[in-house]
């Protein structure tokens, strides 16, 4: 029981100096407290080795700020990656070509959109698709002839969408 009472007249002692100094470095009161809360939970996980520093709040202090920094940029890369995969989307304006594409695979039977996107987006061979969706390669091929067919169909009939609205003669 020591231990505990060792511990707990440490962290008396030094918590609100260490909050206080983790606040400053990181300037956000919130993650200093979260950062120092986790840092003295580690520091009582190890509290053998860690009375035995030569400063324990030095220990804490540095445990607790490398976990503020830590989960800053953790909070940074997502917001990077949610702004990368913004402005990615924001960048390539809608080509009108894929427009079309996307309305007339929506306009054929599931099984045909699934081998045609599986064979001509994805790069899948016939045996590749029969293997993964279960059927005969048979089956794959007859749905490959009559999607691409169907599309075709549909790609002709907005040809003038396809063009971006000019038409033909444009």
């Known amino acids: 029981m020591r231990n505990a009472e060792e511990f707990d007249d440490f962290y008396a002692g030094s918590s609100r100096r260490v909050l206080g100094q983790v606040y400053a470095m990181v300037g956000n009161r919130a993650e200093a407290e979260d950062a120092v809360a986790e840092a003295y939970l580690r520091a009582w996980d190890r509290w053998s080795r860690v009375r ?75 045996a590749e698709i029969a293997a993964e969706i279960g059927t005969s390669a048979n089956t794959v091929k007859t749905w490959l002839a009559r999607g691409r067919r169907a599309l075709a169909e549909h790609l002709t009939s907005n040809e003038q969408y396809v063009m971006g609205g000019r038409g033909r003669d444009a």
């Open 52 to 126: 035995e520093c030569e400063s324990p709040e030095g220990w804490v202090r540095r445990v607790a700020y490398r976990i503020a920094v830590s989960a800053w940029r953790k909070a940074a890369n997502r917001l990077r990656a949610h702004r990368r995969d913004v402005t990615d989307d924001h960048v390539d304006p809608i080509n009108p070509d894929h427009v079309a594409l996307v309305q007339a695979l929506r306009q054929i039977s599931a099984d045909q959109r699934r081998v045609v996107v599986l064979h001509h987006l994805v790069g899948l061979s016939v």
